[in-house]
């Protein structure tokens, strides 16, 4: 009962910041054992034995990662700001934006072999995912989504001022999704993340 009240108090503890900020009520979907949300940060140990993937190359279907997420109509740019303690293989964390169990983006930090890279996954019944090495594994990452009309561009900086696009894909336009701060474990170890400067805002021409 305790554990359940504190993580009921922490989750409208952090609801009360974005409110406050003029965003949507945040909802967790597969909400992990651990995590605090305090003053705009949040940090979660991501439990081992989850994943966000369907069918390719591998032959199966995980959809029970952790991702704390705002419901979102028309076009938008969300970013946040990710620092991981990644320690096994395709430990990830980081943005996306979904529709349902079939139709989903995922941005972030992947890591794979010793190595972070900056990673997105497009999900349209089933899975495909790129990939950019980064051997100096850095410290944190600034993640940018931006949604408009039929397509999703996915941004990455390391010092939150200089962006690169990683890529540009399509997704379903003029439909409600969910938007939010999402990681996995796919193996058997934990691994600890925290997010912040997480925001959602209508997009603006440039």
């Not at 010793?114 to 090495?133: I, K, L, M």
């Amino acid at each position: 009962m305790l554990k359940w009240l504190v993580a009921v108090c922490g989750f409208f503890i952090f609801s009360g910041i974005v409110v406050a900020q003029g965003v949507a009520p945040m909802h967790w979907f597969h909400e992990p054992k651990q995590w605090v949300a305090k003053d705009g940060v949040l940090t979660a140990t991501v439990d081992p034995g989850t994943d966000f993937w369907r069918v390719t190359h591998y032959g199966f279907i995980r959809d029970n990662g952790p991702f704390y997420f705002q419901e979102q109509d028309g076009d938008f740019e969300a970013q946040v700001h990710v620092t991981g303690h990644y320690r096994e293989l395709f430990h990830q964390a980081g943005l996306m934006v979904r529709l349902d169990e079939k139709n989903w983006i995922k941005t972030g930090i992947e890591y794979v072999d010793g190595v972070q890279n900056v990673s997105a996954v497009v999900t349209r019944e089933v899975s495909d995912w790129s990939v950019v090495p980064r051997t100096d594994s850095p410290e944190s990452v600034w993640l940018r989504l931006r949604r408009k009309g039929d397509f999703v561009q996915i941004e990455y900086s390391f010092d939150g001022k200089t962006y690169h696009m990683l890529r540009l894909a399509y997704f379903p336009p003029k439909v409600r999704v969910q938007i939010g701060m999402v990681a996995a474990a796919p193996g058997k170890e934990s691994f600890s993340v925290t997010f912040d400067h997480f925001s959602v805002t209508p997009l603006k021409e440039r």
